[in-house]
């Protein structure tokens, strides 16, 4: 819990973790993940777990892939679930990447289909979920019937502060995979 005024402290991932665990030996919980977990930060996790987590949600799109993550996330036998695979729409420009890119227009253009139905329909074939936070044209769920033959869009500087809180620079947060 986050009290405001107060300083925040590293958080207690194993402590966590345990508690994810009995809810599945409970029953309660039918899998359990993580979100926005680095491989570094897995690799950590998986050294004191007795449950390998089932998912981990991070932001996953044709602009920001996450090779390495994805990779080590095969090899472990936990899905890779993105979030985002549009982009934001909202805010900044920066935030708009994925619909705005070059390449992901240019193959849009090339198959007959959307920046949208391009973006999800890449995830899918990579062996991900995809989670887009909203669609408001009916025609991006049309990313079934073809086949498709980077840059991290958010930075963390929230989560990062050089005097309170758990992490101090964007590369501690990241596990200096940024």
């Known amino acids: 819990m986050v009290v405001k005024g107060e300083n925040l402290t590293q958080p207690d991932i194993p402590a966590t973790w345990r508690a994810m665990e009995a809810l599945y030996d409970s029953g309660k919980a039918r899998a359990i ?11 950590d996790l998986l050294e004191l777990a007795r449950i390998t987590p089932a ?7 044709p602009v920001w892939q996450q090779p390495k993550l994805h990779e080590f996330c095969n090899s472990k036998g936990i899905h890779l679930s993105g979030y985002s695979p549009l982009g934001s729409q909202a805010g900044e420009n920066v935030r708009k990447k994925v619909l705005d890119n070059p ?3 240019w193959v ?3 198959v007959g289909k959307s920046a949208a139905q391009v973006a999800l329909r890449w ?3 990579m062996g991900h979920s995809v989670l887009p936070k909203s669609i408001s044209k009916l025609q991006q769920f ?14 963390g500087e929230s989560f990062v502060h050089d005097t309170y809180g758990a992490y101090r620079t964007l590369q501690q947060l990241w ?4």
């Open 103 to 105: 390449f992901v227009k």
């Open 55 to 61: 998912v981990n949600q991070v932001e996953l799109h």
């Open 33 to 43: 993940g993580v979100s926005n977990f680095s491989e570094k930060k897995l690799r």
């Open 123 to 125: 995830g899918l074939q």
């Open 175 to 178: 596990d200096g995979e940024i």
């Open 108 to 110: 849009a253009q090339e």
């Open 142 to 155: 049309d990313f079934f019937c073809f086949i498709l033959n980077t840059e991290k869009l958010i930075k």
